[in-house]
């Protein structure tokens, strides 16, 4: 009798740390996207700020976020991001979305969808 139950422990603690680590790991990668998703707004609204001031082409912005998109391993298409107008009236649409997997299943339990519009802030 004594061994059934001390099984059982073991068999509870093992679930429990099982859940434990999923919770972990889902939470590690809501965490890793919002904060990726942070660091390419600032970095597109900077980018926006100076294009603006400095009357770089669209395209370079462009060029420039897809970049910094990749290196911050978003899965950004080219066609979900749009860069219009000229100088001052330069604006970016930034539109993506990351899917939260349950590991070892690999499977999509969640999908985030992040859409941003940022234009240059006026020099008061």
Known sequence: MA???SVKKYIALFLWLMTAALFFS???QWIDF???DKKLTEYAQSILQRASLDRRPPIEVRN???SKATQLSIPLEQARLVISGQGDSL???IAYHAEIKIPV???VLYRM???HHLIPKPLY
Do not use: H, Y
Request: negative net charge; without cysteine; proline residues 0%.
């Open 26 to 28: 889902l939470a590690a």
């Open 113 to 115: 969808e992040f859409q």
């Open 34 to 36: 919002s904060s990726s």
């Open 105 to 107: 299943l690999d499977q």
């Open 3 to 5: 061994e059934t139950f």
């Open 91 to 93: 604006e970016t649409n």
């Open 64 to 66: 420039l976020v897809l």
